[in-house]
Antibody, heavy 117, light 107 residues
Framework: QVQLVESGGGVVQPGRSLRLSCAASGFTFSSHGIHWVRQAPGKGLEWVAVISFDGSKRYYADSVKGRFTIARDNSKNTVYLEMNSLRPEDTAVYYC??????????WGQGTLVIVSS | EIAVTQSPATLSVSPGERATFSCGASQSVSSNLAWYQQRPGQAPRLLIYATTTRATGIPARFSGSGSGTEFTLTISSLQSEDFAVYYCQQYKTWPWTFGQGTKVEIK
């Protein structure tokens, strides 16, 4: 079955960087787009970024554009989210999710990022 | 950006009762709307996509309706495992956006 496992979260100071990973299994990874969606503590869901199946297309939410970069390595079945210039408002659980048609059919369990001094 | 609004914020329902909640979009999203359930401490789970299509394994007591800017999720007879937060999401126009959620609590 589809499995998505996020890692790389932790506590980081404002202005610093962090890289999240999403390891996928149970499906043909190189045929599917992957998204990052985040959820601040006690808040709702916010779509963050998407990368197409071959990495040729990438889109970002305005709130992270210019600071976050999404990438993938199809040989490792892994998607990455490089987060730079982190701000306290980036504190959230970050989920990766599989989706090609607009909705998110499969989600990982999430990884918590805390941006605090 | 299309704004998505859900109401009510909290719904108190007794087990076995019917629950209905709403999702509105600031402009037409056609039928490009999905619903998710999130239980405490868990990732969201897809319930419905394309407004009315249940995802694999979702019980028939969940149903969706609507089009354009007004949508509804109905749970015909609430079970104990249905007490959770429900989110709608539009995927008509980038960026995809979510509503703020409706919490279904035990009455």
């Amino acid at each position: 079955q589809v499995q998505l496992v996020e890692s790389g979260g932790g506590v980081v100071q404002p202005g610093r960087s962090l890289r999240l990973s999403c390891a996928a299994s149970g499906f043909t990874f190189s045929s599917h787009g992957i998204h990052w969606v985040r959820q601040a503590p006690g808040k709702g869901l916010e779509w963050v970024a998407v990368i197409s199946f071959d990495g040729s297309k990438r889109y970002y939410a305005d709130s992270v554009k210019g600071r976050f970069t999404i990438a993938r390595d199809n040989s490792k079945n892994t998607v990455y989210l490089e987060m730079n210039s982190l701000r306290p408002e980036d504190t959230a659980v970050y989920y990766c999710a599989k989706g090609d048609s607009g909705w998110f059919g499969d989600w990982g369990q999430g990884t918590l990022v805390i941006v605090s001094s | 950006e299309i704004a998505v609004t859900q109401s009510p914020a909290t719904l108190s329902v007794s087990p076995g009762e019917r629950a209905t909640f709403s999702c509105g979009a600031s402009q037409s999203v056609s039928s490009n709307l999905a619903w998710y359930q999130q239980r405490p401490g868990q990732a969201p789970r897809l319930l419905i996509y394309a407004t009315t299509t249940r995802a694999t394994g979702i019980p028939a007591r969940f149903s969706g309706s609507g089009s354009g800017t007004e949508f509804t999720l109905t749970i015909s007879s609430l079970q104990s495992e249905d007490f959770a937060v429900y989110y709608c999401q539009q995927y008509k126009t980038w960026p995809w956006t979510f509503g703020q959620g409706t919490k279904v609590e035990i009455k």
